[in-house]
């Protein structure tokens, strides 16, 4: 049987061949333009050779008019010269031609022959002179310090020239004289400059060795310094450089590509869509009864190699695909629970559609009229130490699971995770239930809890429950106020609470809003917030004075003082626990609302002044960790080092301070520090002895570092925190 797709997924296959065969022209393309465009190149620079060689005809002509030896030397490459090439000998010999022959040309403006010896000058369209009478006797006589071969573009008469350079030397390596043959530069440059895109350049040489080079682009001189003016020249060569630009070569190469590569794309695109409505045109000709013999083949294998276990087969698979069918739906149905369930939860009333489903899925009727919600908010702590991911994830499974196992006379509607990593529960029971038996429910899946739980003593909870909820408006009101209530009321009594009502508003003591404050100043050391917190309650007072919010002041403040204590480690010091307890007995016996509050800021000044960063308890499981404290404890005084104690567990210092870290949060340096400020504490509280002679007591080297920690950790010097504590009553 042939699906209908079918003919579609040719066509996108046939595209893609289409597209691929296109990518491999191009690239095929890419290198014959390539090629082409290198060629032309080529011819190019074989034109600009040829033209550059015929500037300098006339120099040819003439020197080998007076039987002077002449080298052509044609290559072509990324680089390309067109040298002349003159023997240094009998450059007088023949001058009276030379003379006749340079008239005739428009690159050179003159050639000079200087005689040293006999001071005359033989200059071509001029005739013959005595060097004091020539007027570029100045320039001549300046060539006598010279013994090298060289270019100079310069000025004579007015006139911009370019001066090519050559002397004669005798056996005896006297200068005999000077051949000068000056170019017209403005006439050189505008002959060169035809050569479209191309540089070029004129070079002297001494036999293979380039010693000069004048570039009127750059318009510079670059002269070979390894040059040994004591050698004797061989060769005067006049050379052309003629070399192509890449990036130029490289710009017209892909604009040429990209021109015509647009042209093959069209070609492409034409072909493929004459051969797809030709190809469409057949099959739709040839459709029908190709389909009817695909149709009648199928029908004749079926009927001749079909069997029992084929019917089998096909059975289970549909039974199969049937409840991957079911689960998928029932897993989209979950999720929907869920979303509808955190909507309500957190005030968001669903929408008609979503209402209707939510009612069918827990068989609601009649708009919750016939039907109670219980709300549960759990929350999950460590009784021992804080709870590892590993035990929150085990408690929130437990807790689901649990409360999913519903009784037939109540059903659970779908536990979820809030925003604070805790539980939030919505159950559904009729109103014909009894209070009693709710709670008696709601106590079952308690106890399933602990009993679940006992495994690991470490995870601990808490369950707050609102009872009798009539309608889907007050299930938000409900959550909250069960998350208010979780921490003041099951925290600080230990026990979980099942509430038939909803609690008036007015009542609430702390919101958990408040809580989280409360906790977050106690971890960060900072009480700020809690002091304007509790100045906030008192000022509620001083404009009511109602005995309500005086109760709700100093119960605020005793709240807070637990949760602030129940976050910190403090010293062990007897003293400091009593006068702690001193200043919580005040609050409690306190009929004045201003020294409640006082008294409060000076609880929570007294705790952050004495807090000391013990290692918790949770982190001694390690005997290398047992025995460092041990050790540590002993030999605090000694000035030890983390080498020392590590060197006695007969552990790499390395792994010790990192399983250290890993364990406590803290280094090793950082553990014996504390220490020491914790003895130095106890020392300040119960002697009188000197800052000085504390610091040696407990392990420093001098009184600066002791003081310099301590200010660090308190906010004070050690002689300030004497000074107080003193005062304090």
Same mark, same amino acid.
């Given at each position: 049987m042939i699906k209908q797709g079918s003919f579609r997924d040719f066509i996108i296959q046939y595209l893609k061949v289409t597209v691929l065969v296109y990518v491999a022209f191009s690239i095929l393309f890419f290198s014959f333009v390539y090629l082409t465009q290198n060629k032309q190149e080529q011819e190019k620079l074989d034109l600009c050779l040829a033209s550059s060689a015929s500037y300098l005809e006339s120099i040819s002509n003439i020197l080998s008019s007076v039987n002077l030896t002449l080298l052509s030397d044609k #290559? /072509? #490459? $990324?680089? *390309? +010269? #067109?040298? !002349?090439?003159?023997?240094?000998?009998?450059?007088?010999r023949g001058m009276q031609t030379i003379n006749s022959q340079a008239g005739s040309s428009d690159v050179i403006s003159s050639i000079y022959i200087y005689q040293k010896r006999s001071g005359e000058v033989l200059a071509t369209k001029e005739g013959k002179y005595l060097i004091d009478s020539f007027h570029d006797q100045e320039f001549l006589r300046e060539l006598e310090v010279i013994s090298s071969t060289f270019i100079i573009p310069r000025v004579s008469n007015g006139k911009s020239i370019i001066t090519l350079v050559s002397p004669w030397i005798l056996s005896s390596y006297d200068i005999k004289g000077y051949i000068c043959i000056n170019l017209d530069a403005i006439e050189l440059n505008k002959r060169l400059s035809q050569i479209m895109g191309k540089k070029y350049s004129l $070079?002297?040489?001494t036999g293979e060795q380039v010693f000069l080079t004048y570039n009127p682009s750059g318009n510079n001189l670059d002269v070979n310094k390894n040059f040994s003016r004591s050698k004797n020249l061989e060769h005067f060569n006049i050379s052309i450089s003629v070399m192509r630009e890449k990036s130029k070569f490289y710009q017209q190469l892909l604009v040429t590509f990209l021109r015509d590569s647009i042209f093959l794309l069209l070609f492409v695109v034409l072909v493929s869509l004459v051969f797809y409505l030709l190809l469409r045109s057949l099959v739709k000709a040839f459709r029908p009864l190709v389909y009817k013999l695909a149709t009648l083949y199928r029908e004749k294998e079926r009927h001749m190699g079909y069997t029992i276990n084929d019917l089998r087969n096909d059975f289970n698979q549909l039974i199969t695909d049937r409840q991957v069918l079911f689960d998928s739906v029932d897993r989209m149905k979950w999720i929907a629970k869920r979303k509808i369930v955190t909507d309500l939860l957190y005030g968001t009333i669903p929408d008609k559609k979503e209402f209707q489903f939510f009612c069918n899925s827990f068989d609601i %009727?009649? &708009?919750?009229? $016939?039907?109670f919600f219980a709300i549960s908010y759990i929350s999950l702590y460590g009784k021992e130490s804080i709870l590892s991911t590993e035990d929150k994830v085990l408690g929130e499974v437990v807790i689901q699971d649990i409360f999913m196992d519903g009784n037939p006379k109540e059903v659970t509607i779908c536990p979820v995770l809030d925003n604070d990593g805790n539980i939030g529960v919505l159950l559904n029971y009729q109103k014909s239930m009894p209070q009693y038996e709710i709670e008696a429910l709601i106590k079952t899946k308690i106890e399933k809890i602990e009993q679940a739980l006992k495994a690991n003593p470490n995870i601990g909870f808490f369950v707050c429950t609102i009872n009798s909820v009539d309608s889907i408006e007050k299930i938000h009101l409900a959550y909250s106020q069960a998350k208010d209530n979780l921490i003041y009321r099951n925290v600080f009594l230990n026990r979980n609470h099942i509430f038939d009502t909803l609690d008036d508003e007015s009542l609430k003591l702390l919101s958990y809003a408040d809580m989280q404050m409360m906790i977050s100043a106690a971890n960060s050391d900072d009480f700020n917030a809690v002091h304007q917190y509790i100045k906030s309650l008192e000022e509620d007072? @001083? @404009? +009511?004075?109602? &005995?309500?919010e005086f109760y709700k002041l100093k119960l605020s403040a005793l709240i807070a003082a637990s949760i602030i204590l129940g976050q910190t480690y403090l010293s062990n010091n007897l003293d400091i626990q009593k006068k702690i307890l001193d200043v919580l007995k005040q609050i409690v016996s306190s009929e004045d609302n201003k020294k409640i509050a006082n008294d409060f800021i000076k609880l929570t +000044? %007294? /705790?952050s002044r004495q807090?000391? !960063?013990? *290692?918790?308890e949770g982190a001694m499981g390690s005997d290398y960790l047992q025995q460092l404290v041990s050790f540590v404890?002993? +030999?605090y005084d000694k000035g030890i080092t983390v080498a020392e104690v590590a060197n006695y567990l007969n552990l790499n210092p390395k792994y010790l301070a990192r399983l250290f870290k890993q364990e406590t949060g803290q280094t090793i340096s950082e553990y014996i520090s504390r220490l020491r400020i914790e003895k130095g504490l106890s020392l300040l509280n119960q002697t009188d002895l000197s800052i000085q002679e504390i610091s040696s007591q407990i392990g420093f080297s001098d009184s600066r570092s002791f003081i310099r920690l301590f200010k660090k950790t308190f906010d004070m010097t050690p002689g300030e925190y004497r000074k107080e504590i003193n005062t304090t009553p």
């Open positions: #290559s /072509i #490459s $990324q680089i *390309m +010269n #067109s040298p !002349f090439t003159v023997d240094r000998y009998e450059y007088v $070079q002297a040489t %009727l009649n &708009q919750t009229l $016939q039907n007072y @001083k @404009k +009511n004075k109602n &005995q309500e +000044n %007294l /705790i807090r000391i !960063f013990r *290692m918790p404890e002993v +030999n």
